[in-house]
T-cell receptor, first 115, second 112 residues
Framework: KNQVEQSPQSLIILEGKNCTLQ??????????LRWYKQDTGRGPVSLTI?????NTKSNGRYTATLDADTKQSSLHITASQLSDSASYIC??????????????FGTGTQLKVEL | NAGVTQTPKFQVLKTGQSMTLQCAQD?????MYWYRQDPGMGLRLIYY???????DKGEVPNGYNVSRLNKREFSLRLESAAPSQTSVYFC???????????FGSGTQLSVL
């Protein structure tokens, strides 16, 4: 069964610090991996997407990495801000042409940024 | 540009009652989806519509029905609500294959 596992489940950091969230997947075949940010009471919003041929992708203070050989991805947040407090969800797609019905969602990492 | 709009935002039902969750998107997207999100679990697909006029079951369709009313609107119906359907429901849409999903802000449903 295709699975996406994220760690840690939750994380508390001080404002201004960096952090790294992890995503391991067993989805096969693999096409692309997205990270979504979900604020409390809101729907997820896409941060980055990486295909199997990409190693890294940045979006402002967010940098995602992908190792398709070990089936691992990470999301690094630099100089954290209070507004980064959210759940971060890793989502894996198995095929290039597959629809949204083929996506596997991780359970998310709940990040809290404190003063 | 409102994106994906869901109504209602909150709903409390008694076991056995029925209700319809509404979803509309203004991005001219072909595909629309209904997910549920439960604590400790990833988003799970209930039903989807790859294009206007088509609907298909997802991972957890039991107890639900859907209608793709037109290209903009995709509704989810609970015919006889059960406590196991207590969850947060998200509607999403997508334009082209491989593009990101756009989510609504969710409906928090409690079935007592």
């Amino acid at each position: 069964k295709n699975q996406v596992e994220q760690s840690p489940q939750s994380l508390i950091i001080l404002e201004g610090k960096n952090c790294t969230l992890q995503c391991n997947y067993t989805v096969s075949p693999f096409s692309n991996l997205r990270w979504y940010k979900q604020d409390t009471g809101r729907g997820p919003v896409s941060l980055t997407i990486m295909t199997f041929s990409e190693n890294t992708k940045s979006n402002g203070r967010y940098t995602a990495t992908l190792d398709a050989d070990t089936k691992q991805s990470s999301l690094h947040i630099t100089a954290s801000q209070l507004s980064d407090s959210a759940s971060y969800i890793c989502v894996v797609s198995p095929t290039l042409t597959g629809g949204g019905n083929k996506l596997t969602f991780g359970t998310g990492t709940q990040l809290k940024v404190e003063l | 540009n409102a994106g994906v709009t869901q109504t209602p935002k909150f709903q409390v039902l008694k076991t056995g009652q029925s209700m319809t969750l509404q979803c509309a998107q203004d991005m001219n997207h072909n595909s629309m989806y209904w997910y549920r999100q439960d604590p400790g679990m990833g988003l799970r697909l209930i039903y989807y519509s790859a294009s206007e006029g088509t609907t298909d079951k997802g991972e957890v369709p039991n107890g639900y029905n859907v209608s793709r009313l037109n290209k903009r609107e995709f509704s989810l119906r609970l015919e006889s609500a059960a406590p196991s359907q207590t969850s947060v429901y998200f509607c999403a849409s997508r334009g082209q294959v491989g593009e990101k999903l756009f989510f609504g802000s969710g409906t928090q449903l409690s079935v007592l």
